[in-house]
């Protein structure tokens, strides 16, 4: 028990919660996760969203200046700087979403 609560503590989840989500992977349920994966997930989804609305006004305001027949200069270090972060969000996704599918698989 005591190993138990170990592991399940690891994980940031109750011994129940733990002994669950163990049972539901084995049998084949999606990927579970634990309240900081969530969390960690959430982050992710909104600094992906945050960059999905600054595209999205980024492509606004070079529509705007198409129609108005001005020529639209793009910024290139703003792109490789929004690159950068893109890349930056997938990598720590692929580490979380790994991360977890090893630990249920029984690799970590």
């Known amino acids: 028990m005591r190993q138990l609560a170990e592991v399940s503590h690891q994980r940031g ?3 129940t919660g733990w002994i669950v989500a163990l049972v539901r992977s084995r049998l084949g349920s999606p990927v579970q996760h634990s309240p ?3 969390e960690a997930l959430r982050a992710i989804v909104r600094e992906l969203n945050q960059i999905g609305g600054n595209i999205n ?3 606004r305001a070079a529509n705007a200046s198409v129609l108005q027949g001005r020529a639209v200069e793009p910024d ?3 792109i490789q700087e929004a690159q950068l972060v893109i890349e930056k969000e997938l990598a720590q996704l692929r580490n979380a979403l790994h ?3 090893d630990y249920w ?3 970590r």
Do not use: K
Request: overall charge neutral; hydrophobic content about 35%.
């Open 76 to 78: 290139l270090s703003a």
């Open 57 to 59: 006004q980024i492509a």
């Open 13 to 15: 989840m109750t011994r």
């Open 99 to 101: 991360g977890n599918a």
């Open 105 to 107: 698989d029984g690799r």
């Open 36 to 38: 900081g994966e969530h």
